[in-house]
């Protein structure tokens, strides 16, 4: 890996070995050295550690007044910029024990396509739906801003009509091809997700985005541009279909939950969870895993009668209609000799069902 300075460590150079090595993010932090998250590890850089005056000059160079400011006043700021023509990046800065910190998220110049993503070409059909709610979701780092970004631009290629996304910050640019993109960043253009929602429905969108469903206000306006003749796209940090619909569901008060299921069940048209893991085969790099919920009429009975725990059931036995669960695509996964027995155990939802499966297909 790239040898730097310490004494003459500069921002460009940092990401520019971020970009050179590939790595997804880096981390300036007072007390070690610069260190690249490589392929989900993290890596030092050869630079010497870093002292108070170093991150507090290095945020600096990349960082506006206004958001010095936030970070003086309430301790952190996020933001996205380019690094030229060779990325862009989503910063995060913020105090830790009362020094500066710098968290950068590298977001790549050029949009996989959803077969490089892994996704079935069922997806893909979901994109021309008219309206309905579709749900990225997955922990921290998982892809969900890369899939969402991929699903866009599809539909900026191949559809007539107006999306317009909220984000926080705005990660991928899309320029205006087919459709027209209107990208509006919170904090920036519009104060939250739900300011944000609630004026999308008075700007003629066919396609609205939602960063992240933070909060109910946020998740109301959601299920209501879905149900109004939109197709919405939003992130949850859930795993799993059955969970992300009890994580909407439990975010209502007591009072609203049996109208929220049962306009969930009639907006809700996918719900994709995904985890990024570690290669463990000769291309090396991270693949996703992935557990895919296309909404039929037995689901949609399912999430009006309370009864989600049976949801993982119908994902088993839809394949014909794209369906695929976690823990079905991580076995194919391992068997294929892409990701190790480790994670095959660790990320699946029902380790013991896989076990056992496994012990099948060997004939023991």
């Given at each position: 890996m790239s040898d730097i300075q310490s004494q003459t460590l500069e921002m460009h150079e940092l990401l520019q070995v971020c970009v050179d090595e590939g790595a997804s993010d880096l981390h300036i932090n007072v007390g070690a050295p610069p260190m690249l998250r490589i392929n989900g590890s993290m890596q030092p850089l050869d630079a010497g550690v870093l002292v108070p005056e170093d991150t507090e000059r290095l945020m600096k160079a990349i960082t506006s007044a206004d958001n010095q400011q936030k970070l003086r006043e309430h301790g952190g700021s996020d933001f996205g910029f380019s690094f030229g023509d060779a990325a862009r990046f989503r910063v995060s800065i913020l105090k830790a024990k009362g020094n500066v910190g710098v968290v950068l998220r590298q977001i790549p110049n050029d949009l996989l396509t959803l077969e490089q993503i892994g996704l079935p070409p069922q997806v893909k059909e979901l994109l021309f739906k008219p309206r309905g709610l579709i749900l990225v979701t997955g922990p921290t780092g998982s892809g969900k801003t890369t899939t969402l970004a991929s699903m866009v631009n599809v539909i900026n290629q191949e559809r007539e009509c107006h999306i317009l996304t909220c984000e926080d910050p705005i990660e991928y640019y899309h320029a205006h091809n087919k459709s027209l993109v209107t990208q509006r960043e919170i904090g920036s253009d519009v104060p939250s997700f739900s300011e944000a929602l609630k004026r999308a429905l008075r700007?003629?969108?066919?396609?609205?985005?939602?960063?992240?469903?933070?909060?109910?206000?946020?998740?109301?306006?959601?299920?209501?541009?879905?149900?109004?003749?939109?197709?919405?796209?939003?992130?949850?940090?859930?795993?799993?279909?059955?969970?992300t619909v009890d994580r909407i569901v439990d975010a209502f008060p007591t009072i609203q939950q049996a109208q929220i299921r049962t306009q969930l069940a009639s907006g809700i048209v996918a719900v994709v969870s995904q985890l990024l893991l570690a290669r463990v085969d000769a291309k090396g790099g991270r693949v996703a895993a992935f557990e895919i919920m296309i909404t039929t009429p037995s689901i949609q009975a399912l999430i009006r009668d309370n009864k989600t725990f049976r949801i993982p059931s119908d994902i088993q036995t839809g394949a014909k209609f794209g369906m695929i669960s976690l823990d079905t695509h991580l076995m194919a996964l391992y068997q294929a000799g892409q990701i190790s027995y480790e994670d095959l155990i660790t990320k699946a939802q029902e380790p013991d069902g896989v076990i056992q499966k496994l012990q099948e297909s060997l004939g023991r």
């Open positions: 700007q003629d969108p066919d396609v609205i985005l939602v960063g992240e469903m933070r909060d109910l206000e946020t998740m109301e306006a959601a299920i209501t541009a879905a149900e109004t003749g939109h197709l919405v796209f939003a992130t949850l940090h859930t795993t799993g279909a059955a969970r």
